[in-house]
């Protein structure tokens, strides 16, 4: 129990984010945000206890809740009662985790230089060497006391973003990564979000065979009429082989959302079939993916408007 009698079990997983100004704290919050914790920028360290009983703190899809704070050098006032909030903690029986990010300090004057920021600790118009310098002598406990220290002198943004991932949700790459996939009809415009878009209409139309006309790429004789033939066949083998290609790609780049759009001319059969089974071949394959079919279920609203399907969230 904490001093105010919160429950240890409710308490969100704490990682402590610090670290020398320009080795990457910005960087590192995006990538924490991106695996779903809860994210507080340069919190004076004497509110950590205090943040980590607030009850409505967002959670994960499974209830668990992840909170990542920055506590540094520029708020020094504050920042000089880190030690002893962490034995706080300890005390309580709160775990938690320190990743400290550094740099050499060449590559941190350039970094500066690059952006022609001051730094935090040259106030007083000292120079970014010696900003440095005062930055390092201060933040030596810190950094001995870190459970994850992370280099970022050669390090691009995505390799950082990847080292964090690796760190903090090992085997989670795919989950950070929403895809979606959704179909549609030429007829009715191109896509403008799509990141892939499919062309299927060189496949057999459905439109033509009376009895499936009236059917959608939901129904089983619609779907066996267009993913059974050999033609189909052998798009789905090269089309899914471009996806095993290009799919790993993204999740380590650290992109979170891409979309999928196959799209045939109406909309309503060869798209539909098409993308309900990209959607399943996705998520065999780990991904967290959700479905929608843009023009499936057309119809004139008030005004002309379109009504499209739901998505349907996997």
Known sequence: MSEKGTDLQDMPELVIVSGMSGAGRTEAMHAFEDLGYFCVDNLPSSLIVNLLELTGMPGQPDGHRRLAVVCDARNRDFFSSLAAELEKLKAQGIDYRILFLDAADEKLIARYKSSRRRHPLCADGGSIAQG?????ALL???RHAASQVIDTTDLLPPQLRAEIRELFAPGQEKS???VTVYSFGFKHGAPLD???VMDVRF?????YDPQLRPLTGLDKQ?????LYRPETEEFEKRWRALLDCVMPGYVAEGKQQLAIAIGCTGGQHRSVALAESTGDYLKAKGYRVSLAHRDLTLAEGAGG???AA????A
């Open 310 to 313: 739901p998505a349907a969230q």
């Open 305 to 307: 408007q379109v009504v």
């Open 132 to 136: 440095i310098e005062r930055e390092r």
């Open 176 to 178: 950070g990564l929403s």
């Open 222 to 226: 619609v779907r066996d009429f267009v």
């Open 140 to 142: 030596s406990d810190v």
């Open 203 to 207: 496949l057999p139309n459905p439109y």
């Open 194 to 196: 799509a990141d892939l």
